[in-house]
């Protein structure tokens, strides 16, 4: 009898073994790179008309409308909570930058607001007989519905996860940065803005910067992030940054700080001052929640981008404020596979420390980092 037990045992472990590497085998393996896309300008618009429209979150209740056209139009958006009928409207700013022989078009940055929480709201851009966009703003309490993506670039798999995301009714997009992958071609950053903008239109898209943005050339041009910079304001002013690379914001009860991977983060540095400043006005009874973005994970053990100063020296020098200020989940991009960490300090499991997450591949060309 004990004998049969044991048998019934052994066979349990085999089947429960064999089910286990069944289970591997039927893991979800993405087929390769699918192929690139480019986004021209739809023939309906006009020189004037918006495009590459999107938004994003400026304190408390009001929202930064981004947008660019080939001539230039006035930086105004007329808003209100029914189609149609504009009760609002706001003035803003126009730039453009140049990037060797390229010159961006009429850059719109305009802060609408105070609105109200929770809400549909319609707006054009421009005076013009624009089309109407509309976005809801995100909620003031619980629940919220954060999607988290990077590593975009512009193929069909990134086509995919947008329609994923478009139909998980989120509340706000959270991007760990490499947006366009446009890696100096500039043209590139306009289809990427024409690629997102039909979900980026409709809900705050809070981003922050990988290597992909950093878009310098030896000699020719010097200056780091340019596109992104002029294409991607956050709201850095608010949270008291003096630097696009680096901010933070609050939302229903989560105070979200995005960290810049590919600027200075010593002790010495603008930024790693700011963190300091920030972490200490964070309430947890008016944000419970406590979360950081980073392009470069500080956790990883895949084999991909293993040793790199953005991982290394950033985690050294700058995990122990996120520790002591008890942040609760860390999100990273750059590595191209999903990558769940248990609450980890100092390469320890550690109850008090934060969740480390390598949010996986939003669907560029590079492909999956599958070792
Ligand atoms: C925006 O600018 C236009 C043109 O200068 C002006 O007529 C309008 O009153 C301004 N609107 C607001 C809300 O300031
Ligand atoms: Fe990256």
Do not use: C
């Given at each position: 009898m004990a004998a049969a037990v044991r048998g019934f045992l052994v066979m349990l472990a085999l089947a429960l073994a064999f089910a286990g590497a069944f289970q591997l085998g039927l893991a979800y393996d993405r087929p390769p790179a699918r192929k690139s896309l480019f986004i021209s300008l739809s023939k309906d618009l006009r020189s004037t008309s918006p495009q590459q429209v999107h938004i994003s979150l400026v304190g408390q209740d009001k929202m930064r409308i981004s947008w660019i056209t080939d001539d230039p139009s006035p930086a105004t958006v007329e808003y209100g909570t029914s189609s149609g009928a504009y009760s609002f409207s706001a003035n803003g700013s126009v730039h453009s930058y140049s990037y060797v022989i390229y010159d961006s078009g009429e850059i719109h940055d305009v802060v609408v607001g105070p609105l109200k929480p929770n809400t549909q709201y319609y707006y054009r851009c421009g005076f013009d007989s624009s089309p109407e966009f509309d976005f809801k703003?995100?909620?003031?309490?619980?629940?919220?519905?954060?999607?988290?993506?990077?590593?975009?670039?512009?193929?069909?798999?990134?086509?995919?996860?947008?329609?994923?995301?478009?139909?998980?009714?989120?509340d706000v997009l959270l991007l760990p940065g490499d947006l366009s992958y446009?890696?100096?071609?500039?043209?590139?950053?306009?289809?990427?803005?024409?690629?997102?903008?039909?979900?980026?239109?409709?809900?705050?898209?809070?981003?922050?910067?990988?290597?992909?943005?950093?878009?310098?050339?030896?000699?020719?041009?010097?200056?780091?992030?340019?596109?992104y910079n002029a294409r991607w304001y956050m709201p850095f002013e608010q949270s008291g940054s003096d630097s696009n690379l680096y901010y933070s914001f609050e939302v229903a009860g989560v105070h979200v700080i995005m960290l810049g991977s590919y600027t200075d983060f010593d002790p010495t540095s603008a930024q790693y001052k700011w963190l300091q400043k920030d972490l200490k006005k964070v309430d947890r009874s008016r944000t419970p929640w406590l979360v950081v973005l980073v392009h470069a994970p500080w956790y990883n053990s895949n084999t991909a981008h293993q040793g790199e100063a953005e991982s290394v020296n950033m985690k050294e020098d700058m995990e122990d404020m996120l520790y002591q200020a008890r942040v609760d989940v860390v999100f990273a991009g750059h590595v191209h596979a999903y990558e769940r960490f248990t609450r980890v300090y100092n390469e320890e499991a550690n109850k008090c420390g934060p969740v480390h997450i390598t949010i996986g591949d939003g669907g560029n060309r590079e492909g999956l980092a599958s070792k």
């Open positions: 703003t995100p909620p003031s309490q619980f629940p919220i519905k954060f999607a988290v993506a990077g590593d975009l670039g512009q193929t069909d798999w990134t086509s995919s996860t947008l329609e994923h995301i478009a139909k998980s009714n989120y446009a890696d100096t071609n500039q043209p590139s950053w306009d289809s990427f803005g024409r690629l997102v903008e039909p979900l980026a239109s409709k809900r705050p898209w809070m981003v922050t910067q990988g290597n992909h943005e950093i878009e310098k050339i030896p000699l020719i041009h010097s200056q780091p992030f340019t596109a």
